[in-house]
């Protein structure tokens, strides 16, 4: 059903979409679609206990010419029973509403953590005017409270938020096809009309189209470990809980029209601008009066000058050869000061020299870094680019403006102690590791669904084994079907592997969990939170990374630094330590100061041995 531009004016403002990892399979540009279909002229997003799709959902709507609103529904912390947590929907306002859900989503994970709920406690909510509020329907305290019966504690409770929030809390109402809705509804609006506070249409959406609702069950399932089929199943989520056109959320909501008036209304007063593109980089100290451009240029020169002495013991081949180093070093120089990334050169130079002194392992340098004399003179690479013709503008290039990286190899028994010095030097609160997002792969998803089906291990094992793995050239369910014929025999010729495929398809390459990138780490200039939302894996030793993968980060403005654990450097090391203990006439030994040409080596790599 597609609404025509005179349609009923209404906006979503409960979407699940895949990044609620445990309940939603709606990917963000379908849902973005459906709003264009349905000419709705907002939509929020409100994933489950975090904001992980913010940044793709605020470029896609905004490319689609449509509002976004940037939300989340929370778990607040029931201070008489934990085991049964309330919900609250929270929307920014503007940047401070923004903010607030960064700190709030933050101290959640890090801090209130129950059942792998991150919880937010009632206080800390208090004194938000950034953020809109409602109620959370049947599932927030208010809803709870209606439904055991308990009026007046509901009616305090209503009261006690709506003082929080003058003028922006909002008592939520639903329809979602779920045993029990009207009744709520009609109590909610009563208690609504005695406190004069304003009742919104909200309709929680889980997937996209109607038919989806059995690929969102099993995907449910395959979250919490259970079977499609089990009697004993809880089920929390009905058929009704698609994206609902405007036209099929006014005839729901016929006979209360003020609860559709006010979906537009809350979007109107949701105006969050987020400056995206452009790095910030923490402030490096400098020495009194200098300017960080000139430090650059002074800690360039003086290093320089050592690793000339190193390459050319000789005096008067070293001055013959000096005028061609510094003309290239004083052009570099001029590049990245014009740039604008003298901090990040010098941030970079000072946490790989700690290293250095503090006996971490460090790697020579690799990729288009190592093209930089300006890296070689610092002391981040330890190869002299000009003796290797290695070319600068393969590394930084004004013609084509990015953010210079370095990838930076420590001993990866050592690696978590530079990082600890970046934490020290920078501030706890300014540093953390970045998220990553695992998916249903196309072998994932057949074992996955077929388990929440009960279907044979070693069917579906068998099933699983015929689609191609190619990691550089991931296989999908349709690209199997198309290319491997014995995985299309099996499809065509058995019923139940075909209702296997039919139902892994929607589900495949959906977000399946959260980890941690290998080497990313943020340092920010500041807080965090002034950025981006913060996650935390539940269990006790787990490390708080940002909520936004390594490429939303950097468009939220943050820089990311790899620091790589490399087992080689580890091994490298080992080796060094037994030839100074085992020989202590070579107590000094220095691996860097090996030759690159010696013929033994040589001869020995070419045999092969």
Known sequence: ?????????????????????????????QLVGKAAEFNQPALALTDLGNMFGLIKFYKATRKSGIKPIAGVDVWIENEHDREQPQRLLLLAKNRDGYLALCELLSRAWLENQYRA???IKREWLQGQPGLIVLSGGPMGEVGQLLAAGKHQEAHEAAQWWARAFPDHYYIELQRRGAEGDEQYVQAAIRLAGQL???????????????????????????????QLANPRRVRRFTTQQYFKSSTEMAELFADIPSALENTVEIAKRCNLELDLGTPRLPAFPTPDGVTLDDYLVQLSEEGLAQRMEQLYPDEEERARRYPEYRERLHWECQTIISMGFPGYFLIVADFINWGKQNGVPVGPGRGSGAGSLVAYSLGITDLDPIRYDLLFERFLNPERVSMPDFDIDF??????????YVKQKYGKEAVSQIATFGTLGAKAVVRDVGRVLELPYSMCDGLSKLIPFNPADPWTLERALRDEPAFLERYEQDEEVQALIDLARPLEGLTRNVGMHA?????????LTDFCPLYCQPGADASAVSQFDKDDVEEAGLVKFDFLGLRNLTILDWAVRYVRQFNPEMHDFDISTLSLDDPDVYKLLSEGN
Do not use: Y
């Not at 249409?201 to 259970?226: K, L, Y």
């Not at 080497?519 to 807080?527: H, M, T």
């Open 519 to 527: 080497g990313g780490v943020l340092i920010a200039p500041g807080k």
């Open 196 to 226: 004069g506070l304003p009742v919104v249409a909200t309709h929680p959406i889980q997937f996209i189209e109607e038919s989806d609702f059995r690929a969102h069950e099993v995907r449910v399932c395959i979250a919490s470990g259970e």
């Open 1 to 29: 059903m597609t609404d025509t531009p005179t349609s009923p004016a209404f906006v979503h403002l409960r979407v699940h979409s895949e990044f609620s990892v445990v309940d939603g399979i709606g990917r963000i540009p």
């Open 117 to 119: 709920r991150a919880e």
């Open 411 to 420: 001993c990866q028994d050592n690696r978590e102690r530079v990082i600890d």
